[in-house]
């Protein structure tokens, strides 16, 4: 485990702007200690760099990102390493660690920040004009940096259960024989942590009153976020994977944090926005429902891994699965095509389905016509898509989309990618908004509240069908809400089907199905769709199976061989 100092003159810093939308960064070189406690911004660096580190998903995998490893998508190049998720290849000495060596550097920057620079007073500046104000904002960076810590610590539990813990900078050596702590205790320090940081750190920085420092900081960690990660992790530890004995207390604990969210939420006036404004280049700006998400710098690689084959740029990655689409209900009878009388498994039925289909996934037919009816995609591409077998952007192509369907969600049809007219976005990678809470409250006071999705308490006045039907009755989606008088067996099924369609391609699919330990049910195989063009111009439709592998060994990572080789403490976790 590489839990060592920071070296400072190695350390390039950023430091936070003081607007709204966007991060300048500013590099810094041959810095010691006492050089960076000097200057409210140098230490301000030290912040940044710790939100640089916050987790996104916009191809991790060389392009490819986690749902390619679910039932959401397939990775549309057979080598890409998301292939090792579902095919053998995955193994100690093939981790995929790059969260393990990412998160423990940045919890030794967290230790290191609240031993070293923390407590500070700055007297060569004691005169400036903005002195009190940057004092302010200094003393809330330590609550910024526990709550950094606490987040990089959940990621690690969620992904490894038992994992290596310490709160204060170690030597190297120190670091490799720490052994593992108990994921639960893990999880407990993450809400102790949000319990005591949660009254400390600013609530919101649109109201600082004179203490502002130019435009509200949107981009930085504030009362509400520290709720959404303590709720969160309330959830995860109440899940089967890390409650195996189903203790009611940890499904109290976790509908009573994401109930204290939700009312804190309300309270700073938060709502549901339309689903569309939540994944463009300007969802940042959707604070109403968002909470927290990493901003990332201009780019357009998303759009390059994901835009169709045969548009200029495209490499048509990320293609969303017939399973997905199957998830996606009839707008009319909230019901699904496999839910409804003389349904055909190998028909589309694409037509008046769920709105979040449409802003989600592109499909065969979708694109083309002239640029002011603005339904092309991306935007410079003045084809209809054609994602048949042999069609412009299909199969046999290489990269051509196997399941014939392609990846709307998070990429930006704005984007060029021709190479004279080249464009790049920013885009921010939503890590806690609104519609989650919701659905995270309902999963938690459903089972505290002995699987009846309609009951409620003094204490949970509003129901998990309750919960639920909110998100459905959003801003242009407007689906039917949840029938009455449903079993616990019919409720949990549309529950995970809810949860799949709102929060596709979000990160979560992966964690959830593991958390409910509900692999077997859903990643070992998925459903592809198959459409050929006939001569007079209709199309065929044929649907087909792919198998995956799947053992329960995977529920958890791997614990890396080369951590172990270092650290004889470290014990593998089991089946690997």
């Given amino acids: 485990m590489k839990l060592k100092r920071i070296i400072y003159g190695a350390l390039s810093m950023a430091l936070l702007a003081s607007c709204s939308d ?71 000495s093939n981790p995929k660690s790059s ?15 609240m031993e070293e620079f923390t407590g500070l007073t700055f007297p060569e500046l004691k005169y400036n ?124 604990r976790a509908a009573k944090a994401n109930k204290e969210l939700l009312d804190a939420c309300e309270k700073a006036g938060m709502n549901l926005v339309s689903y569309a404004s939540l994944f463009g280049d300007t969802n940042w700006q959707a604070t109403s429902e968002i909470i927290f998400g990493k901003r990332n710098a201009e780019s357009n690689s998303f759009e390059s891994y994901n835009f169709p084959i045969g548009v200029e740029g495209g490499k048509g990655g990320n293609c969303p699965t017939q399973t997905l689409v199957d998830a996606y209900e ?17 028909k589309p039925y694409y037509d008046k389905r769920d709105p979040r289909f449409a802003l989600t996934i592109i499909k065969n037919g979708d694109g083309g016509g002239s640029e002011k009816e603005g339904k092309r995609w991306p935007s410079y591409n003045e084809n209809t898509l054609q994602t048949y077998y042999g069609g412009a952007n299909g199969e046999p192509l290489s990269g051509g989309t196997p399941t014939s369907y392609y990846l709307k969600k998070y990429c930006n049809a704005a984007v060029d990618l021709r190479s004279r007219k080249s464009t790049k976005m920013r885009h921010t990678w939503i890590i806690f908004r609104l519609g989650e809470v919701y659905l995270n409250y309902a999963e938690s006071v459903y089972r505290y509240l002995d699987e009846n999705p309609y009951a409620t308490t003094k204490e949970f006045p509003m129901s998990a069908v309750s919960a639920i039907n909110k998100v459905r009755a959003r801003t242009g989606v407007n689906m039917p809400a949840f029938p009455d008088k449903m079993s616990k067996e019919a409720f949990w099924k549309k529950y995970k089907n809810e949860r799949m369609v709102e929060l596709a391609f979000e990160g979560h699919r992966f964690w959830d199905v593991r958390r409910w330990k509900e692999a077997d049910k859903h990643f070992k195989s998925i459903d592809e769709m198959k459409i050929t063009r006939n001569v007079g111009g209709d199309y065929n439709y044929e649907r087909k199976t792919v198998n995956r592998q799947w053992d329960d060994k995977m529920y958890l990572f791997p614990i890396p061989q080369s951590e172990r080789t270092k650290n004889p403490n470290l014990t593998q976790n089991p089946g690997w």
Avoid at 44 to 56: E, H, K, N
Avoid at 67 to 82: C, K, L, R, S, V
Avoid at 100 to 108: D, E, G, R
Wanted: with cysteine; charged share 25%.
């Fill in 22 to 92: 966007q991060m300048n960064y500013h590099e810094y070189t041959n810095n010691d200690k006492e050089y960076i406690a000097r200057n409210f911004g140098y230490v301000g660096g030290l912040i940044t760099d710790l939100y640089i580190s916050l987790d996104a998903d916009f191809g991790n995998y060389s392009g490819a990102i986690l749902g390619a490893a679910t039932d959401e998508a397939e990775y549309a190049y057979t080598g890409n390493e998301i292939y090792d998720f579902f095919n053998g290849a995955w193994s100690p």
């Fill in 99 to 113: 969260l393990w060596n990412k998160n423990y550097t940045a919890i030794a920057k967290c230790n290191q920040f």
């Fill in 129 to 252: 004009a903005d002195y009190e104000k940057q004092m302010f904002r200094y003393n809330n960076y330590q609550y910024e940096v526990r709550f950094l810590r606490a987040y990089f610590y959940f990621n690690l539990v969620r992904q490894y259960g038992d994992v290596p813990f310490t709160d204060h900078v170690m030597t190297p050596a120190e670091a490799n024989t720490l052994s593992r702590k108990p994921a639960q205790e893990v999880f407990n320090y993450i809400i102790d942590e949000c319990d005591n940081i949660k009254d400390e750190i600013i609530e919101d920085y649109s109201k600082l009153g004179d203490m502002a420092l130019g435009k509200s900081e949107t981009a930085r960690a504030n009362k509400i976020t520290v709720l959404a990660l303590k709720a969160r992790t309330a959830l995860y530890a109440a899940s089967p994977l890390f409650n195996p004995e189903n203790v009611k207390e940890l499904w109290y």
């Fill in 330 to 346: 009839f707008q009319a009878t909230g019901l699904r095509p496999d839910e409804t009388e003389g349904w055909d498994p190998n």
